[in-house]
C-alpha cells in the first residue's frame, strides 16, 4: 500500500495568530527597550549594524539559530519574538531618557539622591 501525501501547496494549515508586529518590528522594539542602538546590539551580536536594519525591516528572514541569538541577546523568548506568546506592552521609553536613566544609575548614591529629589520636585510642580 503506497500513501500519497498533498503537496504543501494544497494543504491547508489553520491560522495562528502572530499579533499585528513582524519579528523585525519586535526585535526593534525590545532593542529600544532595552537603551540599545542597532550598532551596539550588532557588536553584541557579533554582527553587522547593516545586518541588524535588514532584519529589522524584514528585508532578511531570520533562521532559528538566528532566532535565538536575537532571544538570548534581548533577554526575552523565541515564543515572544515569534509573537507567540503575548507580551505585556508597557509604555516604551525614548532612548533619550533610558540612556539619561542609565547615567543617572550609575552614579553614586548620593548623587543619584540629590537629583531624583531634584527631579521629583519639578514632577510635582508640573503635576500641579
Known amino acids: 500500500m503506497h500513501l500519497v501525501m498533498p503537496r504543501p501547496s494544497t494543504l491547508k494549515l489553520p491560522e495562528i495568530d502572530l499579533g499585528d ?20 546590539l550588532a557588536k553584541k551580536m557579533g554582527l553587522t549594524q547593516a545586518l541588524i536594519s535588514s532584519y529589522e ?49 550609575s552614579l553614586p548614591t548620593a548623587q543619584q539622591k540629590i537629583l531624583l529629589s531634584t527631579i521629583d520636585n519639578f514632577l510635582k510642580g508640573v503635576g500641579s
Open 21 to 40: 508586529e513582524s519579528i523585525g518590528e519586535r526585535i526593534a522594539r525590545y532593542r529600544k527597550k532595552h537603551g540599545l542602538t542597532q550598532v551596539q
Open 57 to 105: 525591516s524584514g528585508r532578511l528572514r531570520l533562521h532559528a539559530e538566528l532566532l535565538a541569538r536575537f532571544a538570548l541577546a534581548l533577554n526575552v523568548s523565541t515564543d515572544t519574538l515569534l509573537g507567540l506568546k503575548a507580551d505585556k506592552k508597557e509604555k516604551e521609553f525614548s532612548l533619550k531618557v533610558v540612556r539619561r536613566m542609565k547615567r543617572i544609575d
